[in-house]
């Protein structure tokens, strides 16, 4: 009976996070729905026995990007935040009107449509009869990454210098500027 | 006996909504005690009593988000690093410690490379100095 | 795996005689119930101790400064003042609730219910002992860790959303502050998790000993070393002093909490001294050998479960009182030299001392200085002989 | 819970993440949006693996999309500040420079 209670508190706050996400009009609160959303998607995986990429979602998202968004939306606020963009368009700039958010609608029924059709695949797969019990995962992805997957280990390493030298050059604050 | 698997979560829900609800119902209880004479002196921002110029939410410097930067890098770094270190010990016992040492040694030689670059190019420090070409500042 | 209150308790025969009889009463498994009521006792008995320990740490915090300043501090309320607490806690109750107009009133709102929340989240999983942690889960290091840091988010929020330029600066300082002394303190703990193999807290208690010779901090030099990273990432990561840059009181009037009154103060501070608990906690828990009692004393019955919490928080104790003392004794750094220390200090000390515990792990089998010390001695005099 | 609940979630999840990415026109909402997308494919992978084959790869697999999602997210922030010093605004309209 829990699993049900846990599931849907957390998929109601996956989904009304991320309803509030898109549809407040403030990118600061935007960011603190976004938290909810996270912290649901991490009870979902909880809940699908993924406890360590449940709580790896909370320290990488909830204590990383969601500081690092809040960051730079107090960075890029502030001064011209009433200001009309040069074409002129809308009364509060950047974040959607009626219009935009009609012509996203339609475009995302369009996607779900073809989504739902690829789901079709997907209910016609073979399941497991019979769910596994839980497991405590840490063990068999630890041993995994040192195994089997241990290029992909290494090169996310990589991928982090790389992410790391590039963001630090772009966001280096140029000579001339001050 | 013992309690079925997902019922372990219990307490993590609990006390997440306990900390919610905590809060919200002391200021609701609050609300009905305490008292309340706003005025508009007494609901300006604390600027040591000068009337506040402007609004807080100016453009701030960039540097905190180059910590940000540099954290969120580490931050990942280390949560990749866990489930390998877990399992260091259970290797370790039939003989593969060296291969996994060498391998957490490389993850994080190669890091250790981003920090070093960082270092050297300047973007640890706090207060920046900016080297122009004539040697001044 | 996943050892908890409800399971541990289950072993006794009362206990397992009311839910037989529930079961039979409602005519299914009542385990569920059962261990909702267990877990809900539990917490509000933990919370309540917590938030004890949390108001007798403001009442600490004063005396021991008055002590160290040959003062009196206070001693009105209850014997020795000690009920302060108490009427500090009925006053924030009372007092107007003031929200500046130009402040986010949302945020105002989230900011502190995110530290509580935080805090209360880390409380799951602290190791009071083998029996009475609420939830021994395999992954409770990590979760610590992660759920801590909505403490940060909680932080800055609360400075951003007064609107007021102190707490701007406040705010901005302590999250990259709370973020950046975050990676010493995982990489640190993560020398501890190569010690002992596994991340739930029990296997890391469970690999360390009764006696101080068995503890990790003194298991090899390298992990004595990582005790001090993480003691010192703590201070940091709560916004104590020496580090209590967010809400230095001498430059930023009280930083992120400036615009804060009666009860959202209360619960900043409230999640402050709480937090200050759960990482002395950890530390005692990763190096301090948590909540093991020399010789099994008391074996595993009720008894040793006491022996147990009282090692566990004495040993917690011990370490505020010396977070409290630190605040008193050390004067506040500057920004930059606080930055200086975690990125160019702390952060490559610490990698280094992981990859040193990982060799040594690899050259002597996981076996501490003290083991090593005492074979080559006993060697040495069988040798003699 | 069953095999449909967690794919309807994620469905909503994705479906948000793309309204997001196509009606605001800030680059930081922009990328709000493209984490749900990811939560969403990510949520997807683990909902896989636990139903339909009971091996571990899918959870490296989401372990990766939250790695690759922080990287890209440190990287594409850094990029908005500098666009934003630059141009002093962060109206996605106004990247015009590519243009030509």
């Not at chain 1, 699908?48 to 990488?60: K, N, Y």
């Not at chain 1, 690829?118 to 019979?130: G, I, T, W």
């Not at chain 2, 079925?4 to 909504?17: A, E, F, G, R, T």
């Not at chain 2, 060296?98 to 030689?109: A, D, Q, R």
């Amino acid at each position: 009976m829990f699993d049900t209670i846990l599931f849907i508190f957390a998929a109601l706050a996956a989904i009304v996070g991320g309803i509030l996400t898109i549809s407040v009009k403030n990118l600061m609160h935007a960011c603190v729905f976004l938290l909810l959303t996270l912290l649901g998607v991490a009870g979902l995986y909880l809940t699908l026995g993924a406890d360590f990429v449940g709580v790896i979602q909370l320290v990488v998202y909830v204590g990383g990007v969601v500081v690092l968004m809040v960051f730079a939306v107090m960075l890029t606020s502030g001064s011209n935040a009433q200001k009309v963009n040069r074409f002129g368009m809308v009364k509060i700039p950047t974040m959607g009107n009626f219009r935009t958010y009609t012509l996203a609608g339609i475009f995302a029924a369009l996607i779900l449509m073809s989504i739902i059709k690829l789901y079709r695949n997907v209910f016609s797969m073979a399941r497991l009869e019979k769910l596994p019990e839980y497991y405590p995962t840490v063990s068999k992805i630890g041993h995994s990454l040192v195994s089997t997957h241990v290029l992909a280990f290494e090169i996310s390493s990589v991928l982090l210098l790389g992410a790391l030298v590039g963001a630090a050059i772009i966001s280096r604050p140029k000579r001339e500027m001050r | 006996m013992s309690t079925s698997n997902l019922d372990i979560y219990m307490p993590i829900l609990i006390l997440l909504i306990f900390g919610v609800v905590l809060v919200s119902a002391t200021l609701l209880i609050g609300k009905l005690i305490r008292p309340n004479n706003p005025s508009p002196v007494k609901n300006q921002p604390y600027e040591c009593g000068e009337d506040p110029i402007g609004s807080a939410w100016s453009v701030f410097n960039m540097r905190f988000y180059v910590t940000g930067l540099i954290f969120i890098i580490f931050d990942v770094e280390s949560a990749l690093m866990f489930p390998v270190v877990g399992v260091f010990k259970d290797l370790n016992d039939i003989g593969m410690g060296g291969l996994v040492f060498m391998e957490l040694f490389l993850f994080l030689l190669i890091l250790a490379a981003g920090l070093a670059y960082c270092w050297r190019k300047g973007d640890l420090d706090w207060v920046k100095t900016y080297h122009t070409e004539k040697g001044q500042e | 795996m996943n050892q908890t209150v409800v399971s541990y308790l289950l072993q006794f025969e009362p206990i397992k005689k009311l839910v037989l009889s529930l079961s039979n009463l409602l005519g299914f498994n009542a385990i569920s119930i059962v261990s909702f009521l267990i877990f809900l006792i539990v917490i509000l008995i933990v919370v309540g101790f917590l938030a004890t320990v949390g108001g007798l740490g403001t009442y600490a915090e004063r005396k021991i400064s008055a002590d160290m300043q040959a003062r009196i501090g206070p001693n009105r309320v209850g014997p020795y003042g000690i009920l302060q607490f108490l009427a500090d806690g009925a006053k924030m109750l009372l007092k107007e609730d003031i929200i500046p107009t130009q402040s986010d009133k949302f945020l105002f709102y989230v900011a502190p219910m995110l530290c509580i929340v935080g805090v209360f989240g880390t409380i799951a999983v602290i190791p009071f002992s083998s029996g009475f942690t609420i939830l021994n889960f395999n992954v409770g290091l990590v979760y610590l860790i992660g759920i801590s840091s909505l403490v940060g988010l909680g932080v800055f929020l609360g400075g951003y959303g007064s609107n007021s330029k102190w707490s701007m600066l406040g705010g901005m300082r302590g999250a990259s502050q709370i973020i950046s002394y975050e990676i010493p303190v995982v990489l640190s703990s993560l020398s501890i998790v190569l010690l002992s193999g596994g991340l739930s807290f029990s296997a890391l208690i469970g690999a360390q000993g009764g006696w101080p010779h068995e503890w990790f901090i003194f298991h090899n030099p390298f992990t004595f070393i990582g005790f001090f990273i993480l003691f010192i990432g703590s201070l940091a990561e709560t916004n104590r002093a020496p580090f209590d840059l967010p809400e230095a009181e001498s430059e930023l009037v009280s930083g992120y909490h400036t615009e804060f009154s009666g009860m959202r103060f209360g619960f900043f501070a409230l999640a402050e001294y709480i937090e200050v608990f759960v990482v002395c906690g950890l530390a005692t828990a990763l190096f301090l050998g948590g909540y093991n009692v020399p010789m099994h004393l008391g074996g595993d019955g009720l008894i040793g479960q006491v022996l147990q919490v009282g090692s566990f928080v004495s040993k917690t104790f011990l370490l505020y009182y010396i977070v409290i003392v630190t605040r008193w004794t050390l004067p506040r750094l500057r920004v930059d030299q606080l930055m200086t220390m975690c990125w160019k200090y702390l952060i490559p000390i610490a990698m280094f001392n992981l990859i040193m515990v990982g060799l040594w792990m690899w050259l002597f089998d996981g076996r501490s200085l003290f083991t090593l010390l005492f074979k080559s001695a006993s060697v040495a005099s069988g040798a003699g002989h | 819970m069953g095999f449909y609940s967690y794919l309807v979630v994620s469905t909503i999840l994705f479906v948000l993440g793309i309204v997001a990415v196509l009606a605001r026109k800030n680059i930081i909402a922009i990328l709000l949006g493209l984490e749900l997308i990811l939560n969403a494919s990510a949520l997807n992978f683990v909902t896989y693996t636990r139903f339909v084959n009971n091996n571990i790869d899918g959870h490296i697999f989401a372990l990766f999309i939250i790695i690759v999602a922080a990287a890209e997210a440190a990287v594409g922030l850094a990029i908005v500040l500098r666009f934003f010093q630059i141009r002093e605004t962060i109206h996605v309209d106004d990247a015009t420079q590519l243009q030509g």
